[in-house]
């Protein structure tokens, strides 16, 4: 079971208080690669369309639930690089 978005922001919350302006504008510029984002492109379109394997169905919710994981920890990130000032 993956947990809820508001379940990773708690356990999150004592990493984005120790962010350092130079972490947070680092985590704030991640970004995947582009081969991994035509990847995602590739697994979203088959899971619209039903047809994905189990092993990409796997893939794909790893994929998601890491996306949930970075998207909360750069705004944890962002939160903290205004707090500070660094942008």
Do not use: H, W
């Not at 890491?66 to 944890?76: C, E, H, P």
Request: aromatic share 2%.
């Amino acid at each position: 079971m993956t947990p809820s978005p508001v379940t990773l922001t708690e356990l999150l919350d004592p990493l984005g208080e120790c962010m350092t302006p130079e972490v947070a504008r680092r985590v704030i510029d991640l970004r995947a690669s582009p081969e991994a984002n035509a990847r995602m492109q590739l697994l979203a379109s088959k899971s619209s369309l039903g047809s994905l394997t189990t092993a990409e169905r796997e893939e794909y919710e790893s994929c998601v639930a890491a996306g949930t994981f970075i998207a909360i920890l750069q705004a944890k990130a962002r939160k903290m690089a205004g707090r500070d000032g660094a942008t």
